[in-house]
Nanobody
Framework: QVQLVESGGGAVQAGGSLRLSCAAS????????MGWFRQAPGKEREFVAA????????SYTASVKGRFTISRDNAKNTMSLQMNSLKPEDTAVYYC??????????????????WGKGTLVTVSS
């Protein structure tokens, strides 16, 4: 039974930073490609970032490149998303995802097996 629990969401002003974390109850964590999606109010869910099991390969959506950094600690079964220079359009519920059968570049397609319940990020102008 895989469980993903996000934390670190909150309210911040534009230009600020937040660090999201995802704790995974997975025995073989390094086998899982991990990623983040987000869904803003009234909008469709969108891909944010992904990272391979080894952490070597990362992928980002264009709107967050240079501002967000995805990372993982396989020894602690955790994944993080460092979000800098936040903008109001980054406001959304952020979801942690995991799958053993999807490579990092393909996470953006959204067919991930495991999803967390989400953490809310609110960026005010």
């Amino acid at each position: 039974q895989v469980q993903l629990v996000e934390s670190g969401g909150g309210a911040v002003q534009a230009g600020g930073s937040l660090r999201l974390s995802c704790a995974a109850s997975i025995r073989t964590f390094s086998r899982y490609t991990m990623g983040w999606f987000r869904q803003a109010p009234g909008k469709e869910r969108e891909f944010v970032a992904a990272i391979s099991g080894t952490g070597i390969i990362t992928s980002y959506t264009a709107s967050v490149k240079g501002r967000f950094t995805i990372s993982r600690d396989n020894a602690k079964n955790t994944m993080s998303l460092q979000m800098n220079s936040l903008k109001p359009e980054d406001t959304a519920v952020y979801y942690c995802v995991a799958d053993t059968k999807v490579a990092a570049p393909a996470v953006k397609l959204g067919a991930m097996e495991y999803w967390g319940k989400g953490t809310l990020v609110t960026v005010s102008s």
